[in-house]
């Protein structure tokens, strides 16, 4: 009898499976390894935390992504949040403030969250957030960033706090990177990654993956670069196409299986760098493990959303735990129906299946 599936311990080897990779990868530097090998303990305590949740009955996902900020300098073409008016040019007055933002990291590092996603909008404009979470030890914080504010007090908090890792957006070489989003923004995040590796600082690279770069991105000379110049990983996301005008851009089958064989060959073959793929690495976990299954979205609002593609949100944290959030009626619903579930075209099942989860919101799920 084939074994049902557990989310939760495909999720925590997962966790494992990222802290063991970047580990062997940062063997090299004496500093990042005494960081990763406490980072490591504190990742098993946070597993057990959830284990012995779960024994109770309740699931804590280990992963958390954190829109700390609404705002953002750039307007990369086809951005998905900026289509959603999630991210805007000023900062709205309604935001999470610092001290609520204080309070999240310190209820996921109790619940035993271990990942916290912090994205924006541009989040590097929220520096004292940033700082607030340098100090959370027990949690490992990539930073989603364009690369356009990483300053010289940011190289030094980098290097005080190595459970900070800035991820840099970037969509292959120059020419499609600043196509996308903005003349001379290839050159910035070339000059910061060489500064980065020059102090032994430890940094990823975000990949929109579409039908126009997915060649580029995964080949050898692309990859040879990043990893020449210290990055240690790679996460490719594929475009979600959020306009009719830009659909011809979001992998189709034929894509996402040649995505799928590239990162199969490239942990096999390239192992100085970790690569994850989004959705990609959910085909494993028995469908998408956003709605709290694997992580669930905090908007910069405070509203608990099951994902950043899917902007729908019966809980806002300023007036809830974090715990409470992670139970919401709509995430509950979500879990227990079979959306999450549904086959799709690809990219997010959520945002493709929004008319389902708009009509659960319509129903007083969230009542």
Known sequence: MEKEFDIQEYMTKGV?????????????NPRESAFMLGFAKASIAASKKR???EKTGEHI???LIASITSKCNLHCAGC????????????????LTDEEWYRIFDEADDLGISFILLAGGEPMLRRDVIEAAGKKKNILFPIFTNGTYIDERYFELFDRSRNLIPIMSIEGKKEVTDARRGTGIYDCLIKNMDELHERGLIFGASVTVTTENLKEVTSESFLNELADRGCK???????????????????????????????????KERPEMVYISFPGDEKGSGGCVA????????????????CPFSPYSDVNIKNSSLREAIHSPLFMALQSGDILLDDHDGGCVLYEKRELVEQLMKDGIGA
Not at 20 to 27: E, P, Q, T, V
Request: charged content about 30%; overall charge negative; proline content about 7%.
């Open 233 to 267: 990983a790679v996460i490719y996301v594929e475009f979600v196409p959020v306009t009719d005008e830009s659909k011809e851009l979001a992998p189709g089958d034929a894509e996402r299986e040649y995505l799928k064989q590239e990162i199969d060959r490239l942990r």
């Open 80 to 95: 998905y949040s900026r289509c959603n008016h999630a991210t805007v040019d000023t900062e709205p007055v309604t935001q």
């Open 61 to 63: 996902p280990p992963f």
């Open 16 to 28: 494992e499976r990222v802290v063991s990779d970047a580990m062997k990868a940062m063997l090299k």
């Open 291 to 306: 709605a709290g299954r694997g992580f669930f979205h905090i908007n910069s609002h405070g509203g608990a959303e099951p």
């Open 51 to 53: 284990q012995k949740a």
